[in-house]
């Protein structure tokens, strides 16, 4: 069946870097788009980023950019989330999400992956 | 920046409607934005149940709905029941490739 499936948990200290994976499976990962959510502790979904699974390309809100990089991996059908210069607040239950190649075939995240935890702690 | 606003709480009656709305801290919803409704239980993944404004994701019971009220995108449940007690997400396309969700309505049933 169609499937995004996340990597485990992780712990980092405060200045340290993380990378997340999504493995895609049930679908032709190229043909679809790969959007990262996340979601702090008591608190709502927040939006990331996203990355097309055809060309690699990327956007990002605002206050990630320059912290945040999404990319792929077709041949493998995965998607990484790395953020950078983790501090605490960081700490976060983190989700990918399929999306469509383009928003005006699909601008909804229909698909979701289980979510890593991060905590981000000295 | 422009904010996404939802009610933070609500509650409903079993068997009672309930309506949710999703805002912009400047301007009105329009279908321009796709707006989408997602459902999440503490612990859990969300789950998808409306998108494009009205459209419902596949085996989402036909007691949500959505559309457009006034300025704002709504969600509405007709004959709530017990485990629709969840937190409720609206998230809105701004263009140029940015999305951004709202707080969230924290809605109990009883």
């Known amino acids: 069946q169609v499937q995004l499936v996340q990597s485990g948990v992780e712990v980092k200290k405060p200045g340290a870097s993380v990378k997340v994976s999504c493995k895609a499976s049930g679908y032709t990962f190229t043909s679809y788009s790969v959007s990262w959510m996340r979601q702090a502790p008591g608190q709502g979904l927040e939006w990331m980023g996203w990355v097309r699974g055809h060309n690699a390309d990327t956007n990002y809100a605002q206050k990630f950019q320059g912290r945040v990089t999404v990319t792929t991996d077709s041949s493998t059908s995965t998607a990484y989330m790395e953020l950078r210069s983790l501090r605490s607040d960081d700490s976060a239950v983190y989700y990918c999400?399929?999306?469509?190649?383009?928003?005006?075939?699909?601008?909804?995240?229909?698909?979701w992956g289980q979510g890593t935890m991060v905590t981000v702690s000295s | 920046q422009t904010v996404v606003t939802q009610e933070p709480s609500f509650s409903v009656s079993p068997g009672g409607t309930v309506t949710l709305t999703c805002g912009l801290s400047?301007?009105?919803?329009?279908?321009?934005?796709?707006p989408s409704w997602y459902q999440q239980t503490p612990g859990q993944a969300p789950r998808t149940l409306i998108y494009s404004t009205n459209t419902r994701s596949s085996g989402v019971p036909d007691r949500f709905s959505g559309s457009i009220l006034g300025n704002k995108a709504a969600l509405t449940i007709t004959g709530a029941q017990a485990d629709d007690e969840s937190n409720y997400y609206c998230?809105?396309?701004?263009?140029?490739?940015?999305?951004?969700f709202g707080g969230g309505t924290k809605l109990t049933v009883l």
């Open positions: 400047s301007g009105s919803v329009s279908t321009r934005y796709y």
């Open positions: 999400a399929r999306l469509g190649i383009a928003v005006t075939i699909q601008a909804h995240f229909d698909i």
């Open positions: 998230v809105l396309y701004m263009g140029s490739g940015i999305w951004v």
